[in-house]
T-cell receptor, first 116, second 116 residues
Framework: KNQVEQSPQSLIILEGKNCTLQ??????????LRWYKQDTGRGPVSLTI?????NTKSNGRYTATLDADTKQSSLHITASQLSDSASYIC???????????????FGTGTRLTIIP | DTEVTQTPKHLVMGMTNKKSLKCEQH?????MYWYKQKAKKPPELMFV???????INESVPSRFSPECPNSSLLNLHLHALQPEDSALYLC???????????????FGPGTRLLVL
């Protein structure tokens, strides 16, 4: 069964500090991994997408890493800001072939709170 | 324009009512999605439309009826809902569905639905 587990479940850090969120998955056959940011009551916003051959991708202060061998990904946030307070969701895509149906498995998210 | 709009923002309905949720995008995307999200849970895929045709129905009860009148619009018709259907309903779109390498899904802000 395809699963995506995220840790920690919630995290509180001081403004300006760095933090790292973890994502472990058992999704097969792996196609790509995405990180989304979701503010409360809003739709998710894409941060990064990584395929099998990519092991790091940055989007401003967000840097995602992917280790396809250990099936782990991390999202590192540098110099956190109050606006970073949100849920961060790891989503892993599985697909049988280049033209097959894509199946997304969502993690349960990490709730990040930045305090001044 | 990288926006997906959804109306209404909030909806309260009785179990005997018929209502519709609307979603619109003008990015030329050919894939559109409906998700259901309960509080503190990740989004759950309900339907995928690709090139205006229903491609995926994730065993959604028939009281939810999707419709794609054209490539920019996606509706979700609701009839005889149950209180447990109360949730945030998210619409998303992407350039294509299931393209190799993954397609960024752009989410709308959601419709907060309460069934009494």
């Amino acid at each position: 069964k395809n699963q995506v587990e995220q840790s920690p479940q919630s995290l509180i850090i001081l403004e300006g500090k760095n933090c790292t969120l973890q994502c472990n998955y058992t999704v097969s056959p792996f196609s790509n991994l995405r990180w989304y940011k979701q503010d409360t009551g809003r739709g998710p916003v894409s941060l990064t997408i990584m395929t099998f051959s990519e092991n790091t991708k940055s989007n401003g202060r967000y840097t995602a890493t992917l280790d396809a061998d250990t099936k782990q990904s991390s999202l590192h946030i540098t110099a956190s800001q109050l606006s970073d307070s949100a849920s961060y969701i790891c989503v892993v895509s599985a697909r049988q072939s280049n033209f097959g149906n894509e199946k997304l498995t969502f993690g349960t998210g990490t709730r990040l709170t930045i305090i001044p | 324009d990288t926006e997906v709009t959804q109306t209404p923002k909030h909806l309260v309905m009785g179990m005997t009512n018929k209502k519709s949720l609307k979603c619109e995008q003008h990015m030329g995307h050919r894939a559109m999605y409906w998700y259901k999200q309960k509080a503190k849970k990740p989004p759950e895929l309900m339907f995928v439309y690709s090139y205006e045709k229903l491609s995926i129905n994730e065993s959604v009860p028939s009281r939810f009826s999707p419709e794609c009148p054209n490539s920019s619009l996606l509706n979700l018709h609701l009839h005889a809902l149950q209180p447990e259907d109360s949730a945030l309903y998210l619409c998303a779109s992407s350039q294509e569905w299931g393209a190799h390498g993954g397609e960024t899904q752009y989410f709308g802000p959601g419709t907060r639905l309460l069934v009494l």
